[in-house]
């Protein structure tokens, strides 16, 4: 397996071998996850993968979400990004679908604002956009910080809402029913890499508060943080090509989709897995006392 550097400290191309081999051989998964771990954003090149396979491949990094309610694919192991209406034609811009892409292309991290927050996510462009998705680096944006700094965000809680990112761009977007699917979650706002010890600041477009800071103050602080991790030149952009997977490690980083012109489709599948103990999901729940305060 040889390992291509992409983008600026991390993302990596992973050549000479199939997705198919990771869920056979403990071999070829072992030195996955040491790039996934070191790395953070996995590009495979000329795969040729059916969901099954791709489900397969995502099920070797642990249990896979079930979709929730309000997307494609809901009750499925699979979230469909789609432009395609019914009819077979890329929807207007004014529909649900394509705000719903809008909403995509805000920094964030997948599922931060579900009660156990996703290890990674794994993406499949089956009709490729003509734009690619760009990634930041949370974990080196972390290590960017003054320590003093660093020292504190590691002792801080976000609260992520899935109703606050949908509602920048329109009021409605979050129907009641995922409202109340989705009551806000509290997480750490560093999350600490079991495996080497790296922290990396969990934020992201979900996240609109501060615990126990003033509203405004911790929404300050976001956005201060939030520039920090997209600063100029610190991004990975993916130029899709057919037959690519990309994955990548929530914990570490934040990704957009970029904007691409409304006539031109679009249709992804992703499959999300959940975070456990292992990949340090413990560390990011508050402690009884802390959330009681
Ligand atoms: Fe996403």
């Known amino acids: 397996m040889e390992i291509i550097s992409l983008g600026p400290g991390f993302a990596v191309e992973l ?63 699979f979230v469909i990004l789609s432009t395609i209406g019914e009819d077979g034609k890329v929807v207007p811009a004014d529909h649900r679908l394509a705000l719903r892409n809008r909403t995509n292309q805000l920094w964030h991290t997948d599922s931060s604002f579900k009660k156990i927050p996703a290890l990674t996510s794994v993406l499949l462009a089956r009709i490729i956009p003509a734009r690619g998705g760009e990634f930041v680096s949370t974990r080196l944006a972390f290590e960017r910080l003054e320590p003093r700094l660093r020292a504190k965000l590691e002792n801080s809680f976000a609260w ?8 920048q761009i ?34 992201a477009s979900h996240a609109y508060a501060i615990e126990g800071m003033e509203l405004t103050t911790g929404k300050k602080l976001l956005d201060e943080l939030m520039k920090a991790a997209t600063a100029p030149g610190t991004s990975y952009v993916h130029s899709w090509r057919s037959g690519d997977i990309v994955m990548w490690d929530n914990r570490a980083t934040m990704h ?32 009884t006392q802390q959330a009681a305060e």
Request: glycine residues 8%.
């Open 160 to 167: 992520h809402d899935y109703a606050h990112s949908r509602g």
């Open 170 to 203: 329109a009021p409605d977007l979050a129907s009641p029913e995922e409202r109340a699917a989705l009551p806000p979650q509290c997480g750490r706002l560093v999350w600490k890499n079991p495996v080497n010890d790296r922290g990396a600041l969990y934020l």
């Open 15 to 77: 050549r000479g071998m199939k997705v198919a081999e990771v869920a056979s051989d403990a071999s070829v998964y072992s030195a996955v996850r040491a790039a996934f771990e070191q790395h953070s954003v996995l590009v495979f090149r000329n795969q040729e993968v059916d969901d099954d396979t791709q489900l397969t491949f995502s099920r070797c990094f642990g249990r896979p979400e079930v979709t929730k309610v309000g997307s494609q694919g809901t009750g499925t192991h």
């Open 256 to 287: 957009r989709g970029r904007p691409w012109p409304a006539h031109e489709a679009r249709l992804m599948v992703r499959t999300t897995i959940s975070a456990t103990a292992v990949d340090g999901l413990e560390t990011m729940r508050p402690s």
